[in-house]
C-alpha cells in the first residue's frame, strides 16, 4: 500500500467487528512503533497490551470520572457500569507511556518521539487492515488508571488506542489545505 494513500484513508475508527486481533498483528505494529525518529535515541516509548480484565479496569475509571457529572446514583452507576464493559469489549487496546526524563528539553523531545511512534502504529495498524482510535486527557494521569494499565513511576501515559477491524469508517474531516498554512520563506 502506498504510503500517501495509507494516509489519507487513515481515520479514527470508533466502532469494531467482534474479530479478534492477532499477537503477531499487533507486534508487527510495535515493532514499526520503534522505528520512530528518536533524538538522542533515548527510545522513551513503553507499550501496554492490555486484556480483558486491564481494559475493564481502565474503563471503570474512565466511567466513574464520566458519572462525576450524573446526579442521580442509579444513573451513574449504569455510566460507570457501561464504559467497564464498552472497554472490556474492545477487540484489543493499547496504552503508550514515555519514560519521564529530568531534563525538560529531553523531556519534550521525548514526548513528541512517543508521538511520532504512535502514528507509525496508527498507520501500520491500517495497512495491515485494522482501525484504531487514540486518545489522551486527564484520566491518564489517574492513579485508578496507572493502576489499571501497571505503568510504574518514572513513566506517564501518553495514549490510549483502542484496535481492532473496523465495523465501519468515519468520512474524512474537513481539513485547511496545506497551502493555506504554509510560508515559503526565501
Ligand atoms: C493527541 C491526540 C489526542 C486525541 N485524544 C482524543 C480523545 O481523547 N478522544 C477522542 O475521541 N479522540 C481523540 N483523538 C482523535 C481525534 O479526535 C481525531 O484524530 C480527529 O478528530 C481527526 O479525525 P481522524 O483521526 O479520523 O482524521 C486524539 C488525537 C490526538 C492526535
Not at 464498552?86 to 512517543?114: C, F, G, K, Q, W
Not at 483502542?162 to 497551502?179: D, F, I, M, N, Q
Request: hydrophobic content about 45%.
Amino acid at each position: 500500500m502506498d504510503i500517501f494513500d495509507t494516509i489519507s484513508a487513515r481515520r479514527s475508527i470508533k466502532e469494531f467487528t467482534d474479530r479478534e486481533v492477532a499477537s503477531e498483528q499487533i507486534e508487527r505494529m510495535l515493532s514499526a512503533a520503534v522505528l520512530a525518529p528518536n533524538h538522542r535515541m533515548t527510545q522513551p516509548w513503553r507499550f501496554y497490551v492490555l486484556g480483558p480484565e486491564a481494559r475493564a479496569g481502565y474503563g471503570r475509571v474512565l466511567g466513574h470520572r464520566k458519572a462525576k457529572r450524573v446526579e442521580e446514583a442509579a444513573a451513574a452507576a449504569a455510566v460507570i457500569a457501561k464504559v467497564e464493559q464498552s472497554h472490556r469489549d474492545l477487540p484489543a487496546m493499547l496504552a503508550v507511556s514515555v519514560v519521564v526524563d529530568e531534563n525538560p528539553e529531553i523531556r519534550e523531545e521525548d514526548y513528541a518521539a512517543t508521538w511520532m511512534a504512535i502514528q507509525n502504529l496508527s498507520l501500520a495498524a491500517h495497512a495491515l487492515g485494522l482501525g484504531t482510535h487514540v486518545k489522551s486527557g486527564a484520566v491518564m494521569d489517574d492513579p485508578g488508571a496507572r493502576a489499571a494499565v501497571g505503568v510504574p513511576e518514572g513513566e506517564r501515559i501518553v495514549a490510549t488506542i483502542t484496535l481492532g477491524e473496523p465495523a465501519s469508517v468515519p468520512e474524512a474531516k474537513p481539513r485547511r489545505g496545506a497551502a493555506e498554512l504554509t510560508t515559503w520563506v526565501s
